[in-house]
């Protein structure tokens, strides 16, 4: 019996520099031969304004409904995919982190 891939959704905030990013990462560590599939999506502007809004609706709003609504490129990616799809879906606010990092070093 072949066991399906996990899937694990990756949200992050800008389209270019971020996509690159994670792709790298999701090179570097993760082989095509693990029980993972990383789908990137990016939420097309700031992952703190689709937090506040999970967060204002006690986190029972669907995360995939809300991206599919901020982003084209989301909508598209997710397009037959529902929250239930995947057994981890994770927030990146990758940006914040460099520019925090970066500061610091000055």
Request: with cysteine; aromatic share 10%.
């Amino acid at each position: 019996m072949i066991s399906q891939k996990k899937k694990v959704l990756f949200i992050y905030e800008g389209v270019k520099a971020e996509e690159k990013l994670l792709n790298n990462l999701v090179e570097v560590f993760f082989s095509s031969a693990a029980d993972v599939s990383i789908l990137n999506c990016p939420a097309d502007g700031n992952i703190y304004m689709l937090w506040s809004r999970l967060k204002k609706d006690g986190f029972d709003t669907n995360v995939i409904d809300v991206l599919k609504e901020m982003s084209i490129v989301a909508k598209e990616r997710l397009r037959n995919l529902r929250a239930s799809d995947f057994s981890e879906i994770y927030l990146f606010s990758i940006m914040t982190a460099i520019m925090t990092i970066f500061r610091k070093n000055i």
